[in-house]
């Protein structure tokens, strides 16, 4: 890509992450999510991490930190089409229960909530997890995606939007198996992260995978999933002013193959 088109798309992202975010805001291009401003400098991701641990503690403490500024900055965030897009594909009898992985603050608990259905929450940021409960009134888990603990076949639909792009792509099979596991047999995933060219690494205090499509579904297929459908965001753009990659994924049931459907 020729540098003038590179610095276009870096600002459409700026842009559309300001107007447009899933929730988590991507670590792309560079933003200061203190003062909402969006810097004009190009971001220099560091090398991968080898230490787990410093991942999630570090990129824990960065949404700790800043959890009443986060919360403000995403509370009035339109997801209403990746919330249908894991509703629609849910074939059980409602009411649903839900799991939001990567709740935050609660905004989404309170939607699913809204609609009737039951709504668990599930965050490693201990402020996002109180901030959650105290919102919503719903139940929620504070657990490090790194180390989960998932009850077997709960759930009707995970809703992953904008947070597994934390998971560590070494770790990414074993997350995946989880969520796999915690849905019942049919059940449906949801997941919405920033895309990229299948970079990863720091990038001012938070630890970031980006995949393109194709790796993102070959890890899909690998843990078990059969793809439903995918779509960039937001709707309406060209496709260099799309940061998200959006999928919809499902757990087979006893009867189902591993067949994939080609769109």
């Known amino acids: 890509m020729a540098s003038a088109a590179k610095a276009g798309f870096a600002s459409a992202v700026g842009h559309l992450i300001l ?38 503690a570090l990129t824990l403490e960065h949404y700790n930190q800043r959890a009443e500024d986060f919360r403000n900055g995403t509370s009035s965030h339109d997801v209403s089409q990746n919330i249908a897009a894991l509703l629609d594909h849910i074939e059980a009898q409602p009411p649903f229960t839900i799991l939001d992985f990567g709740c935050g603050p609660g905004r989404d608990l309170r939607t699913f909530t ?30 490090d995606f790194l180390d989960l603990d ?3 076949g709960r759930f009707d639909g995970v809703f992953a939007n904008a947070s597994l792009f934390h998971v560590p ?52 297929v690998e843990a078990g ?9 937001p709707a309406g753009l060209p496709r260099e002013q799309q940061p998200w990659l959006a999928s919809v994924w499902r757990r087979p049931a006893l009867q189902e193959t591993g067949r994939i459907p080609h769109e």
């Open 19 to 56: 107007n447009y975010g899933n929730g988590r805001k991507p670590l792309i291009p560079r933003w200061n999510p203190t003062i909402g401003q969006q810097s004009t400098q190009h971001p220099q991701m560091t090398r991968p991490s080898n230490d787990l641990q410093q991942i999630s």
């Open 114 to 143: 809204t609609l009737g259905h039951v709504a668990i929450g599930l965050d490693g940021a201990a402020r996002f997890a109180e901030m959650a409960r105290t919102d919503t009134g719903c139940e929620v888990w504070q657990q």
């Open 150 to 152: 998932l009850p077997d």
């Open 169 to 220: 792509s070494r770790e990414l099979p074993r997350v995946l198996q989880h969520i796999h596991a915690t849905l019942k047999p049919g059940g449906v995933l949801f997941s919405s992260n920033p895309r990229g060219r299948n970079e990863e690494g720091w990038n001012h205090g938070r630890y970031g995978a980006y995949h393109d499509l194709e790796a993102w579904r070959a890890r899909m």
């Open 225 to 233: 999933f059969l793809e439903l459908g995918h779509y960039y965001r």
